[in-house]
């Protein structure tokens, strides 16, 4: 049978297995000289202690080597994902602001002949509701123009012939202007009516607008902003748009008031019994 190899696993079992106790030798390893002490037990179990400790020393070696290797491998860590939070998520972003609109409260006509007809007349109407609305959204209600007046395109409403007067001198009755600290305006009882006139043909070609404005505010120091406008426009048909070519009245007044105070909890033992006098004794019974 031939020899296992030195440093064999055969080896090891035969020669340096500890279950193997005192018995007989085993076979010569090739390459050497059989010792005459290799029939002794004792230093037969010494060589073999030898194996098991260079075994081990070497799987010591073995084992710190991977471990090194394992130490100096790139190592790659993969970023947990952010997990979304209440907190995380951007708050929505606020709906758009409604803009003003006029309701019309009545419609008369006029003409020069004895026909008229009513449905060129609330047509014109409609067309003066939808300018002057708006033209109030710009000159009131849009936060814009608290703080730099109405734009400069509102100002379009106006005929050419008024156009600058009203944007340079008559501002202030026109629109609200700039406020300052003014954080809402909200209308309260809006009304406009509309007298049109007729011509011969029965075309809607003048009119006069009636309009009566009331609005609400706050201030950013709690104080309440009442708004009130009233005016008249003439209105006539340039081409084909309904233009402001005239305002016998027109005013806005501002009056700024304290928020009314907040009511506070209750003086606690109100209505209590009165308690003793000076001294700590009441006053006893009138004889």
């Known amino acids: 049978m031939p020899s296992p190899k030195q440093g064999d696993d055969s080896t090891l079992l035969q020669n340096g297995d500890p279950a193997a106790?005192?018995?007989?030798?085993?076979?010569?390893?090739?390459?050497?000289?059989?010792?005459?002490?290799?029939?002794?037990?004792?230093?037969?179990?010494?060589?073999?202690r030898k194996r098991r400790l260079l075994w081990g020393g070497l799987g010591v070696v073995v084992a710190g080597a991977a471990a090194a290797l394992v130490l100096t491998l790139p190592q790659h860590h993969h970023a947990a994902r952010p997990v979304a939070t209440?907190?995380?998520?951007?708050?929505?972003?606020?709906?758009?602001?409604?803009?003003?609109?006029?309701?019309?409260?009545?419609?008369?006509?006029?003409?020069?002949?004895?026909?008229?007809?009513?449905t060129n007349a609330r047509k014109a109407a409609e067309q003066i509701r939808i300018g002057l609305s708006g033209w109030y959204d710009a000159a009131f209600v849009d936060p814009n123009e608290w703080k730099a007046g109405p734009a400069v395109s509102a100002w379009a409403?106006?005929?050419?012939?008024?156009?600058?007067?009203?944007?340079?001198?008559?501002?202030?009755?026109?629109?609200?202007?700039?406020v300052n600290g003014l954080e809402i305006l909200k209308a309260t009882d809006p009304t406009l009516s509309v007298r049109v006139l007729l011509d011969p043909s029965l075309k809607a070609v003048a009119a006069v607008a009636t309009v009566r404005f009331e609005a609400v505010g706050t201030l950013e120091n709690g104080d309440l902003l009442s708004v009130s406008n009233s005016a008249r426009y003439l209105f006539r048909l340039v081409g084909s748009r309904w233009l402001i070519v005239g305002y016998?009245?027109?005013?806005?007044?501002?009056?700024?008031?304290?928020?009314?105070?907040?009511?506070?909890?209750?003086?606690?033992g109100a209505g209590a019994s009165a308690g003793p006098t000076a001294g700590g004794v009441s006053p006893g019974p009138t004889p």
Request: neutral net charge; charged residues 15%; proline residues 18%.
């Open 86 to 118: 209440p907190s995380s998520r951007p708050s929505p972003a606020p709906p758009p602001r409604a803009p003003f609109a006029f309701q019309l409260s009545g419609v008369t006509w006029t003409s020069y002949v004895s026909k008229d007809s009513p």
């Open 157 to 178: 409403l106006f005929g050419p012939d008024v156009a600058q007067r009203a944007r340079k001198k008559d501002a202030g009755s026109l629109s609200l202007g700039t």
């Open 21 to 48: 106790g005192e018995a007989g030798p085993g076979p010569a390893l090739h390459g050497e000289a059989s010792s005459p002490d290799s029939a002794i037990g004792a230093p037969d179990a010494k060589g073999s």
């Open 248 to 268: 016998p009245k027109a005013s806005t007044t501002l009056d700024e008031s304290p928020a009314p105070p907040v009511p506070g909890p209750t003086a606690s």
